[in-house]
């Protein structure tokens, strides 16, 4: 696609339950990353990508959070048994190395 | 201590007027990589600009320019003929490259300039 994909853009769940984020980067990008930006936080790096291995895992919170990228496109950025602080908005970007990483327009994720 | 430091929470500049917005980072890397992002009210983050450590001229992208020093560790955006729609949180980010990979990026808490006409 033109552009860094996400979905869904809103999720609602409740507080245990287990979410899934999807993230489709622009084709061709071989570096892909993870970043939440919630008001408290600001913007936090959570993980990156460079084809389908993950070099630097060292911005996850927490193990409740997973992150996997198959075929070098496609991610999917799991939390698991969610907690009310994990609400933010979930933010995935792409790149070409070096150079701009191009951000998808996130998936705003709220834990009752 | 804070990697990037963006020291100006907020900004009102009158439209057409030039803008700079502070940015300081810190690094021990030699090799690293500093951007600007917009990001208006709709919530998407917008790719202005990138300074790689090694460039020895200043980047520049339209209306967009860093002004780079190294010394100082300083890269600051400069807006030239501000625009209504410049209006925006504005976040400088580095990327530290080690151990021959690229990481994620280190972003300031941001500026949110407001231009006003």
């Known amino acids: 696609g033109a552009g860094v994909s996400q979905s869904p853009s809103n999720k609602v769940t409740e507080k245990g339950k287990d979410v899934e984020l999807r993230c489709d980067p622009i084709s061709g990008h071989t570096a892909l990353y993870w970043y939440r930006q919630s008001l408290g936080q600001g913007l936090e790096f959570l993980i990156y990508?460079?084809?389908?291995?993950?070099?630097?895992k060292s911005g996850l919170p927490s193990d409740r959070f997973s992150a996997e990228r198959t075929g070098g496109s496609v991610s999917t950025l799991t939390i698991q048994r969610t907690q009310q602080e994990d609400s933010a908005v979930y933010l995935c970007?792409?790149?070409?190395?070096?150079?701009?990483?191009?951000f998808g327009p996130g998936t705003r994720l709220t834990v009752l | 201590a804070q990697k990037i430091t963006q020291t100006q929470p907020g900004m009102f500049v009158q439209e057409k007027e030039a803008v700079t917005l502070d940015c300081t980072y810190d690094t021990s890397d030699q090799s690293y990589g500093l951007f600007w992002y917009k990001q208006p009210s709709s919530g998407e983050m917008i790719f202005l600009i990138y300074q790689g450590s090694y460039d020895e001229q200043n980047a520049t992208e339209g209306r967009y320019s860093l002004n780079f020093q190294k010394a100082r560790k300083s890269a600051n955006l400069v807006i030239s003929a501000s625009q209504l729609g410049d209006s925006a949180m504005y976040f400088c980010?580095?990327?530290?490259?080690?151990?021959?990979?690229?990481?994620?990026?280190?972003f300031g808490k941001g500026t949110h300039l407001i231009i006003q006409p």
């Open positions: 980010a580095m990327r530290e490259v080690t151990g021959g990979g690229a990481d994620g990026l280190t």
């Open positions: 990508f460079q084809g389908n291995s993950a070099p630097d």
């Open positions: 970007a792409s790149s070409l190395a070096p150079g701009g990483q191009f």
